[in-house]
């Protein structure tokens, strides 16, 4: 299958490359059968079909797609990623499934979600789920340069292919169905934050905490907007994280105990404000029956997550389970670092993303908050 769409970041040579070769050889016939249809966990409203989920944004939706792409080490194609998943390192940042994985199978409508520059994405994927999203990447357009990965605007290139391929496989009527009926997944602004404001400070001489999220709320009021034109209907932009509870972050910013960075948190609850507020304007402004644009807080269940762990049986929540267990994420966290003897006790997997089972409790609720408001 030939990708229409030219990313600038993709090069023949890395599609050829000995360990995409190996990975081709060792996964492709487990990858035709474990993306099949599965039984809807969920229930949804009667009359009510969500044909696909499509994902946008940073790690916590890319299913691969930085592994496709050369020139970033913002990658996890390697163990202990995907230690615990059926086909071993994908490019999820896991080590197991993601929440596009989890959503998609909880709906009924696919056990795995394909990264679309997957070199084994076939055309029958494209009528269910795909992710077109780049781990590292931001609402601000200077993230995904500082890291080389898929800026927001690239990935919307990507998503006008995909209606493009959709129409010439299904014709124009079915393609439109597809797009307005299809759950929308837009994760993004934690590396906007994490990254381009605080730690390495680029944007810290241009903009205050107040000015930033600014920027960054219209980044994805602008982003959503877009995804509604051409003909999504069911968004659900996700707010930013407690960033700096996080392993990594309490380690840059939690001084020596390690202890969550309150005031560097306050700007992920200024812009999560913003956002809720950006989206609900949006909706007003649309005059659209049809149209649910929803703001999913996931600031708090994150947060409850981390502070009251021991109560959904885990017993580390402040460190990953790579390395030191501090610091290790993306290139850090490999096959030489070492990992904690049970990751099932432990919240994040590496510094940063939380483990399977931790995806898991976030996923069921958020769904069981948001569902209905997204049907």
């Not at 409508?109 to 269910?128: F, S, V, W």
């Not at 105990?257 to 304007?281: D, G, I, P």
């Not at 929540?317 to 501090?326: E, F, K, M, P, Q």
Request: with cysteine; hydrophobic share 40%.
């Amino acid at each position: 299958m030939k990708l229409l769409f030219s990313h600038p970041f993709l090069s023949s040579s890395s599609s050829s490359s000995s360990t995409t070769v190996l990975f081709s050889v060792s996964v492709l016939l487990i990858l035709s059968s474990s993306t099949s249809y599965t039984e809807a966990v969920v229930t949804l409203p009667k009359n009510v079909t969500v044909p696909a989920v499509l994902a946008f944004g940073d790690s916590i939706v890319d299913q691969g797609n930085n592994y496709n792409i050369p020139n970033t080490m913002i990658n996890c194609n390697f163990p202990p990623y995907g230690e615990d998943f059926i086909l071993g390192p994908t490019g999820r940042f896991s080590n197991g499934k993601t929440p596009p994985d989890m959503i998609a199978e909880q709906l009924g409508i696919k056990e795995l979600i394909p990264a679309y520059l997957d070199p084994h994405l076939q055309d029958k994927d494209l009528l269910t789920v795909v992710s077109f999203a780049s781990g590292a990447t931001g609402f601000d357009p200077q993230t995904p340069l500082l890291v080389s990965v898929i800026p927001l605007s690239d990935q919307l290139k990507m998503f006008k292919e995909y209606i493009g391929r959709l129409k010439a496989m299904v014709g124009e009527e079915r393609t439109n169905f597809i797009l307005a009926n299809s759950l929308y997944l837009v994760v993004a602004g934690s590396d906007d934050l994490a990254n381009t404001y605080f730690t390495i400070g680029i944007r810290r001489l241009q903009y205050g905490f107040n000015s930033y999220t600014d920027l960054m709320v219209r980044g994805a009021f602008d982003f959503v907007k877009e995804l509604y034109e051409l003909g999504a209907k069911r968004i659900s932009l996700f707010g930013v994280a407690p960033i700096w509870c996080l392993p990594l972050q309490r380690t840059l910013a939690g001084g020596i105990v390690r202890e969550c960075n309150e005031f560097y948190n306050q700007a992920a609850q200024l812009f999560n404000a913003k956002a809720l507020a950006a989206m609900s304007s949006l909706k007003s402004s649309l005059n659209d029956a049809k149209a649910r644009l929803i703001y999913i807080d996931i600031y708090t269940p994150l947060l409850d997550l981390i502070q009251n762990h021991e109560k959904y049986g885990f017993v580390v929540a402040d460190r990953g389970c790579c390395g030191t267990r501090t610091i290790e994420v993306t290139m850090l966290c490999n096959k030489d670092s070492g990992t904690c003897p049970d990751r099932s006790v432990y919240l994040f997997g590496d510094s940063y993303h939380p483990t399977e089972r931790g995806y898991t409790i976030l996923v069921n609720r958020v769904l069981g908050q948001y569902l209905n408001q997204l049907t």
